[in-house]
């Protein structure tokens, strides 16, 4: 069985952007989650519902979009009854970096989770390790001060927020959510503070620059200002709002995300954001290392230790 080789999406000009589509489509947490697991091997209905407290609606709703969207391919594998299986494709098998990214984040930064999750070893080197973002050109690791990021030609006039069509089948109230990244949802699963935080990342300080940068109104913003204060993420420090470490510490997740997302969804005017290594000079191609080695992670060096629902 080989599979044809899965190429970019052309995005309908003048509308939502890659980095828009990338974060309407995984800044959900049942699909986070139902990526996970097929990438730990997980392929049947039922395997995933025996791992998730996830409701019949909303795991097929789920497997419906991702196969609509091309990350998973939908195979029979029984004809009487005919039994379907999710097999993932190239695009849904790329979404790894996102995932190992949050892994690190909700490990480092989020106290009352880091006892429940299982620890990653890095195959190579053999060691428990935490992923650190590094420039795919150069080698060196990256921080946001590192990286100058200018909008391209499809980044303007707001194109790079969900649209609020592609939240509604996740909005909290009707579905909930699994509630086992609860931070990371936070900061991806609505579409202003992905916004916010992307102007965060950009250099954006004072209340007026992020709401410029949103377009939206000041109730929103001063609510997501609260919010992220909340969370650690931005400190507020005479009228100004900077990124805290922790804050910092999310830039591997957004930076994988939009790397993703602009590998795999084109608009015709071009890239949505452009982003340089100041360091070396080249645009960044976003790789996570092993925070012990060094050496670079692939998706079968990362081995999850300690997960009692693995397959
Ligand atoms: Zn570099
Ligand atoms: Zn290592």
């Not at 003048?14 to 489509?25: K, Y």
């Not at 949103?214 to 931005?234: C, E, K, N, Q, Y």
């Amino acid at each position: 069985m080989t599979a044809a080789v899965q190429l970019p999406v052309r995005l309908p000009a003048g509308g939502p952007n890659a980095v828009a589509t990338a974060f309407g489509l995984l800044g959900d947490e049942w699909s986070l989650l139902i990526l996970r697991y097929a990438l730990q091997g997980v392929r049947r209905y039922a395997d995933w519902r025996s791992r998730l407290p996830i409701s019949d609606a909303v795991l097929t709703s789920r497997l419906t979009r991702l196969a609509e969207q091309g990350l998973l391919e939908r195979v029979a594998y029984q004809e009487r009854p005919v039994r379907y299986a999710y097999r993932l494709t190239e695009r849904g098998r790329t979404v790894w970096p996102v995932l190992v990214a949050v892994w690190g984040w909700e490990y480092r930064w989020v106290d009352t989770h880091r006892e429940e999750l299982p620890w990653m070893r890095h195959a190579e080197c053999g060691r428990h390790m935490e992923p650190v973002l590094a420039c795919g050109g150069c080698g060196d690791c990256v921080e946001p001060r590192d990286v100058r990021s200018e909008l391209g030609p499809s980044g303007e006039d707001g194109r790079s927020i969900p649209s609020a069509a592609t939240r509604r089948r996740s909005a909290a109230g009707t579905e909930g959510g699994a509630g086992l990244f609860p931070e990371t949802m936070a900061l991806l699963g609505n579409r202003w503070s992905v916004a916010m935080l992307g102007a965060a990342f950009l250099g954006a300080h004072r209340f007026g620059e992020f709401q410029q940068r949103l377009g939206a109104p000041p109730s929103m913003v001063a609510d997501r200002l609260r919010t992220f204060a909340a969370l650690g993420v931005l400190e507020a420090e005479s009228g100004t709002y900077r990124l805290t470490p922790k804050g910092r510490g999310f830039f591997p997740v957004v930076m994988t995300l939009i790397d993703w997302g602009q590998r795999w969804y084109e608009s015709p005017e071009g890239p949505a954001l452009v982003s340089l290594h100041r360091g070396c000079g080249r645009e960044l191609a976003p790789r996570l290392v092993c925070g012990e080695c060094g050496g670079g992670l692939s998706e079968r060096g990362v081995e999850v230790v300690g997960d009692t629902t693995a397959p």
